[in-house]
Antibody, heavy 117, light 110 residues
Framework: QVQLVQSGAEVKEPGASVKVSCKAS????????VHWVRQAPGQSLEWMGW????????KYSQKFQGRVTMTRDTSANTAYMELNSLRSEDSAVYYC??????????WGQGTLVTVSS | QSVLTQPPSASGAPGQRVTISCSGG????????VYWYKQLPGTAPKLLIY???QRPSGVPDRFSGSKSGTSASLAISGLRSEDEADYYC???????????FGGGTKLTVL
């Protein structure tokens, strides 16, 4: 079936980087964009940006510009999101989602990232 | 603070009808489609309504969406215990060239 499976939970120290993967199956990976959305504990959803899985073009939220990098490996049907210079406020569940604009029809299960010294 | 405004909470008894509102400016809801997501605790959001008022396959027709001007609403009729969840609206923002989510509404079934 169509699904996105994300990598496991991570614990990082402040200032470090984290890279989360999102493996697609059940559909033509290059045909759809992959978006990244995060959710801090008890908070709403926050859009981080997206990558065109076909040509690799990206668009990042201004909030994360300069600190986030989204890439993809079409041979592995996998998208990646790397966030640098982590701080405690980045502790959240990070989701990948397939879609266009605000239309996200398939979501990954989420990856918990904890930033703590 | 989310730029799409939702009430933080809503409630209703089983069988009743509840509505959840979502408001935003012309560059957001006014010029773009609205989407609704349902999130159960500890799980990923699930698409509930797309392009203002369409239901994906498998979503019961108890759920309906509407949009007027710069506001949108999600209506749930025949409320059931399994409807208890957090609900989020979302829309594209032309001025930011990005996606905005509402602050979320926690629905309690009394």
């Amino acid at each position: 079936q169509v699904q996105l499976v994300q990598s496991g939970a991570e614990v990082k120290e402040p200032g470090a980087s984290v890279k989360v993967s999102c493996k697609a199956s059940g559909y033509s990976f290059s045909t759809y964009a992959v978006h990244w959305v995060r959710q801090a504990p008890g908070q709403s959803l926050e859009w981080m940006g997206w990558i065109n899985a076909g040509n690799g073009n990206t668009k990042y939220s201004q909030k994360f510009q300069g600190r986030v990098t989204m890439t993809r490996d079409t041979s592995a049907n996998t998208a990646y999101m790397e966030l640098n210079s982590l701080r405690s406020e980045d502790s959240a569940v990070y989701y990948c989602a397939r879609g266009t604009a605000a239309h996200f029809d398939i979501w990954g299960q989420g990856t918990l990232v904890t930033v703590s010294s | 603070q989310s730029v799409l405004t939702q009430p933080p909470s809503a409630s209703g008894a089983p069988g009743q009808r509840v509505t959840i509102s979502c408001s935003g400016g012309s560059s957001k809801i006014g010029n773009n489609y609205v989407y609704w997501y349902k999130q159960l605790p500890g799980t990923a959001p699930k698409l509930l309504i797309y392009t203002n008022n369409q239901r994906p396959s498998g979503v019961p027709d108890r759920f309906s969406g509407s949009k007027s001007g710069t506001s949108a609403s999600l209506a749930i009729s025949g409320l059931r215990s399994e409807d208890e969840a957090d609900y989020y609206c979302a829309a594209w923002d032309d001025s930011l060239s990005g996606v905005l989510f509402g602050g979320g509404t926690k629905l309690t079934v009394l």
